[in-house]
Nanobody, 115 residues
Framework: QVQLVESGGGLVQPGGSLRLSCSAS????????MGWYRQAPGKQRELVAT???????NYADSVKGRFTISRDGAKNTVDLQMNSLKPEDTTVYYCNAQIGSGNYWGQGTQVTVSS
């Protein structure tokens, strides 16, 4: 089994910053990629940012220039630094890890951007 534990969500004012962290543990053989997705009520889960084992990153257009994803391969962690947050960034954020042939998700962490 693989567990993904997220932390760092919360309430922030527009223009503020938050940092999300995710730690993977358990039966980890090979992490191919880790990333962050988000899902608003009634909508499909969407990619925010991903980083591969080799360090290649991919960002949703809506967060480019504002969010930065980083990964620590030795610690099996992935962070998402979110700057210049907007109200439309408000939703639940999910950590994802692609390990071997499996696809794993965290429990989600709420991010609320409001004045």
């Amino acid at each position: 089994q693989v567990q993904l534990v997220e932390s760092g969500g919360g309430l922030v004012q527009p223009g503020g910053s938050l940092r999300l962290s995710c730690s993977a543990s358990g039966n980890i053989f090979r992490i191919n990629a880790m990333g962050w997705y988000r899902q608003a009520p009634g909508k499909q889960r969407e990619l925010v940012a991903t980083v591969t084992r080799g360090g290649s990153t991919n960002y949703a257009d809506s967060v480019k220039g504002r969010f930065t994803i980083s990964r620590d391969g030795a610690k099996n962690t992935v962070d998402l630094q979110m700057n210049s947050l907007k109200p439309e960034d408000t939703t639940v954020y999910y950590c994802n890890a692609q390990i071997g042939s499996g696809n794993y998700w965290g429990q989600g962490t709420q991010v609320t951007v409001s004045s």
